[in-house]
């Protein structure tokens, strides 16, 4: 993947830069790997809002990745590299060699059409977009979409450049640092793919203008200061002025940035030897 930098011909085009998604060898998604994304527009099933500054944005498909790879020992062949809107990383899509079915997966950083992936319970090659659990990857070994519990599918590490590093082996536990810093252990008998996601350069994209960012579903946000009391702790006064409170808050007044929203006695605590940054 590149970026591409137009010439400011515009205002919107001075400050934005675009993917020039050379990596992308598909251009249309499997049909029967594909469904409708209903937008809720951040409302709940009683049609209240409980995430602002979300609506419109254009019509998308989810693609069902398959988190699990639960065809062991079964070599697939990687048949295509395609975009995915939802998310940052590429997906690929591959074909088994066995029975000729096909899925998709997340597209670690250097797979490319034509090559061999398989998943297993058991040792195999430690090889980019192989899967297997904990207890045969070897120690240093990037890995992504990691389970936190055995068979549950990847939940963590699976946005565009990510990886994590597996720093020891100790009771039955893997110890792994975590792109955010963190710590943790994972039991042994969790999978995870070997390398780091593809696509690292997502994030040095630019979105420029308003308009970008409304299509991927982002409505406008207004700063509380702006606002009146009524309507916002930090709102009156006159002119540009501080928000006259010691830690800034919520509209409810709750208090906002910085604050841990963690449980203090979660079940997975004892698992975390250090927190993130």
């Known amino acids: 993947m590149g970026i591409r930098i137009y010439n400011p011909t515009t205002a919107g085009r001075r400050r934005s830069s675009v993917d020039d998604f050379s990596d992308i060898t598909k251009n249309e998604p499997e049909k029967s790997l594909i469904i409708r994304r209903m937008k809720t527009g951040g409302r709940n099933n009683q049609g209240k809002i409980t995430v602002r500054h979300r609506g419109g944005g254009a019509k998308q498909f989810i693609r069902i990745v398959d988190w699990r790879r639960e065809k062991y020992d079964a070599p697939a062949a990687v048949e295509a590299i395609e975009y995915d809107p939802i998310r940052s990383a590429r997906i690929a899509l591959i074909k088994y060699r066995n029975d000729g079915t096909i899925s998709y997966i997340l597209s670690p950083l250097g797979l490319t059409v034509g090559d061999e992936v398989v998943s297993s ?138 604050v841990k929203t963690r449980k203090k006695h979660k079940y997975s605590n004892k698992f975390i030897i250090k927190r993130r940054k």
């Open 121 to 258: 319970l058991g040792k195999i090659e430690v090889k980019t977009g192989n899967r297997m659990p904990f207890k045969h990857i070897p120690l240093g070994i990037m890995v992504h979409n990691i389970e936190l519990q055995a068979g549950q599918g990847g939940k963590m590490v699976r946005s565009a450049g990510l990886g994590a590093q597996i720093m020891a082996a100790e009771e039955g536990y893997a110890v792994l640092k975590f792109p955010s810093g963190e710590i943790r252990k994972i039991s042994e008998l969790c999978s995870a793919t070997i390398g780091m996601v593809g696509n690292p350069d997502h994030s040095l994209i630019r979105w420029g203008k308003a308009g970008r960012t409304r299509l991927r579903g982002f409505r406008p946000e207004v700063r509380g200061k702006a606002m009146n009391p009524v309507d916002h702790p930090h709102g009156g006064g006159e002119g540009h002025c501080p928000i006259g409170l010691k830690h800034p808050k919520t509209p409810w007044g709750k208090p906002a940035l910085g």
